[in-house]
C-alpha cells in the first residue's frame, strides 16, 4: 500500500485498474485480470461483482476450454454510462459526446465568441441542449458534463482561477459558467484535458509530456508513478499540477533571453515564439490556411516555419532532458504536425544529446476535439470510483 493511502482509496484505485483493463479488451475472465493486474483472485471477484452490480460490466460468454471447466468472460457495457466534454476557446465552443469506450461518438464545434456575461452562459447552456436534442442523446444515461478552457483550473475548488485568452482576470466557479446546464459540471485546463485524451481508451500508465501549441502555448505533465501532490483517485492521480495548478505552463519558459515580450510581461518566452499565432498571423488568423501555402513553396512561409521548428526544437530539448520521457505535439498546431514530423525529429536530434527511442515524440492523436473529449473522460473514472 502507498503511504498515506487508506484501504478504501487502494479498493478505489483497484476497481479503476479492473475497469480500464476491461475497457481495453474485448472480454476477459477473471483469472486473466489477476494475472495481467496481478491481483488476488478474491480481490478481483469482489471488484468484478461491483461493477456487474453497477451495471457497467456484464458476462459476455465463456472462454474456450484448456481442459478444465470454461471460465466465464467479462466485457464492459460501453454505453451504461454517457458523459459530455465542451471545450470553451475564445472564439468557439466543441461540444463531444463519449461513453464507456472513451472515444468520440458525437461532435460539433461552433463559432461563438467568448463573453464572461450572462448571454454567454445562455448561450452555452442552449448549445448543449441542441446538441443533445440533435444527436438524440438519451440524457437519463448521462453522468456529468466536463469544461475544458485555456487557464489555471484548481480542480480542487472547480473554480477558474485566471484566463488569459478569456480575459478571466477574478475567479470564476463551475457553478456560475455553468449554470444553464443541468447536469454536475467540472473544469479541467485544455491541455491537461488534451493530455487526458492521448490515453483516452488505453490501459496505459506511461509517463509523457502533452505541448498544447495553440493560440497560448500550455501543457500537462503525466506520470507513470502517480506522483501527485495536489491528491486525487482519477486522472488527476497521474498527473503532476504544481502547488497552485499551475503545473506544465511550459509557455512561460525563456528560450531566448531578451527576445519578444510575452503576454505575461517576461522576455523570451516560449510562447510568442510556438504559439499557433505565430503561423496564423500570416493568413488573418486562420492556420488552416498556413499549410497549403507552406507546401505550394512560398518562401515567405517556409522561412516562418522553418524558425517555429527551431524554437520548438529548443522548447523539446528542454522537456525531455527535465523528464526523459515520451512527448506528445498537441493543440491547433499539434493537429497539423504529422506530415512534418520526421523534418521536426531532425531539428530535434541536432540538440539532444542523449540517445532517445524512435517514437519518444508523436503528434496528438485526436485533434480539434481532444480537449473536450478529455474533459469528458475525466469523468469516466470519477463515476466508477463512485460505484
Request: net charge negative.
Amino acid at each position: 500500500m502507498v503511504k498515506g493511502t487508506s484501504s478504501k482509496e487502494v479498493k478505489k484505485i483497484n476497481r479503476n485498474r479492473v475497469f480500464r483493463y476491461l475497457n481495453t479488451v474485448a472480454e476477459a475472465s477473471m483469472p486473466e485480470i489477476a494475472a495481467a493486474l496481478r491481483m488476488s483472485g478474491p480481490t478481483v471477484l469482489t471488484i468484478v461483482g461491483e461493477l456487474c452490480a453497477a451495471g457497467v460490466v456484464e458476462e459476455v460468454g465463456e472462454l474456450a476450454s484448456t481442459g478444465g471447466r470454461k471460465a466465464k468472460a467479462y466485457g464492459v457495457i460501453k454505453d451504461a454510462f454517457l458523459f459530455l466534454g465542451i471545450d470553451i476557446t475564445r472564439n468557439h465552443i466543441g461540444i463531444v459526446s463519449t461513453d464507456l469506450s472513451e472515444d468520440v461518438v458525437a461532435y460539433r464545434r461552433q463559432r461563438r465568441r467568448f463573453a464572461n456575461t450572462e448571454a454567454y452562459r445562455q448561450v452555452l447552456g442552449e448549445e448543449l441542449k441542441s446538441f443533445i436534442a440533435d444527436y438524440q442523446i438519451d440524457e437519463s444515461k448521462i453522468r456529468g458534463i466536463g469544461v475544458a478552457i485555456p487557464g489555471i483550473v484548481d480542480a480542487n475548488r472547480n473554480v477558474i482561477k485566471k484566463s488569459h485568452t478569456l480575459q478571466i482576470t477574478e475567479e470564476l466557479t463551475a457553478d456560475d459558467l455553468c449554470k444553464y446546464i443541468d447536469f454536475p459540471c467540472i473544469l479541467a485546463n485544455d491541455a491537461n484535458a488534451g493530455a487526458i485524451a492521448e490515453c483516452a481508451g488505453s490501459n496505459r500508465n506511461e509517463s509523457l509530456i502533452y505541448l498544447s501549441l495553440s493560440n497560448t502555448v500550455g501543457g500537462a505533465i503525466l506520470l507513470e508513478t502517480g506522483a501527485n501532490n495536489q491528491g486525487g483517485l482519477g486522472y488527476y492521480r497521474n498527473m503532476y499540477v504544481g502547488d497552485n495548478w499551475e503545473g506544465g505552463e511550459f509557455g512561460h519558459v525563456v528560450i531566448r533571453p531578451e527576445g519578444r515580450t510575452c503576454y505575461c510581461g517576461k522576455e523570451g518566452c516560449l510562447d510568442p515564439y510556438c504559439s499557433a499565432l505565430v503561423l496564423a498571423s500570416m493568413e488573418d488568423g486562420k492556420l488552416e490556411e498556413f499549410f497549403p501555402k507552406l507546401e505550394a513553396g512560398s518562401k515567405k512561409h517556409q522561412q516562418v516555419w522553418q524558425e517555429y521548428l527551431d524554437n520548438l526544437a529548443y522548447a523539446v530539448d528542454m522537456l525531455v532532458m527535465s523528464m526523459d520521457c515520451d512527448i506528445v505535439l498537441g493543440g491547433y498546431v499539434g493537429s497539423f504536425m504529422e506530415p512534418y514530423l520526421e523534418d521536426f525529429k531532425a531539428y530535434v536530434e541536432q540538440r539532444i544529446i542523449f540517445k532517445k527511442k524512435k517514437d519518444f515524440l508523436r503528434t496528438c492523436k485526436y485533434k480539434v476535439e481532444a480537449a473536450a473529449l478529455g474533459a469528458a473522460v475525466f469523468l469516466v473514472e470519477e463515476a466508477i470510483l463512485k460505484i
